[in-house]
């Protein structure tokens, strides 16, 4: 079956002026460094996994990302003021936390099937503190069926303390760090174990690009980058 998703026109206009704003509040407010985008497989679909602490996480993420993503952020956040207004001008897919959305999953897969790279946090929501969570195995079943690599994206920084100290003046210190992608193995039985040992397979990787404060449940299994 041909998959024909493209983005919509109103969502391709307002996206480089978004990745603009945000870009230069980051700048202003913060020290930027950015690692491994030669590890990025340029106009390919791949599923880009960060680790989630906060807000600042996917506007972050977004603004300094080379290439156009697609992001999934908590139904939730949609309603809140000045938030959700943001979320639905960029086109950020609503995605009810917790739930399995048949058609959200539907949805994700044709867009990583018509060869757009997408942003997914596997935690399934903010840890509102440095330490991971252990991931949902939701980013394992969209791997499965759509063969796309995994590209880990740590972020270092984005703390709930991050406004105040900036607004502070002392430009704290935000880092992204790409890691290289990574290819889940096939999952051919015992599929719900399979799938979590994927997603914790990706979060593993992710913790080896953070620092040990940010590892949370696996530290003991971070994969050195």
């Known amino acids: 079956m041909k998959n024909t998703y493209t983005v919509p026109l109103r969502f391709k206009l307002m996206r480089p002026i978004l ?3 945000f ?13 491994g985008r030669e590890n990025i497989p340029y106009d390919k679909a791949y599923v880009a996994a960060i680790n989630h602490v906060s807000i600042f996480d996917p506007p972050f993420v977004g603004a300094f990302w080379p290439e156009e993503l697609e992001i999934l952020g ?15 001008l960029y086109g950020v897919i609503p995605v009810h936390r917790g739930d399995y959305d048949r058609s959200l999953f539907k949805k994700i897969i044709s867009i990583i099937n018509s060869g757009r790279p997408i942003l997914i946090a596997p935690e399934g929501g903010r840890s509102h503190d440095a330490a991971m969570r252990r ?23 984005t703390t709930e303390d991050f406004w105040q100290r900036a607004i502070r003046g002392q430009r704290p210190l935000l880092e992204m760090r790409i890691g290289k992608p ?36 696996y530290a003991d299994s971070a994969i050195p980058s």
């Open 182 to 217: 990574i290819i889940l193995p096939a999952i051919t039985s015992e599929k719900h174990t399979a799938r979590q040992r994927n997603a914790d397979l990706v979060m593993s990787y992710l913790a080896g690009l953070l620092p040990e404060e940010y590892r949370g449940v």
């Open 135 to 157: 991931a949902k195995p939701g980013i394992a079943y969209i791997v499965e069926k759509t063969c796309s690599p995994v590209l880990p994206v740590a972020l270092i920084g």
């Open 19 to 21: 990745k603009t704003f």
């Open 23 to 35: 870009r230069g509040i980051f700048r202003a407010m913060a020290r930027i460094k950015i690692t």
């Open 74 to 88: 908590a139904i939730d956040v949609f309603s809140k003021p000045g938030q959700g207004q943001i979320l639905k």
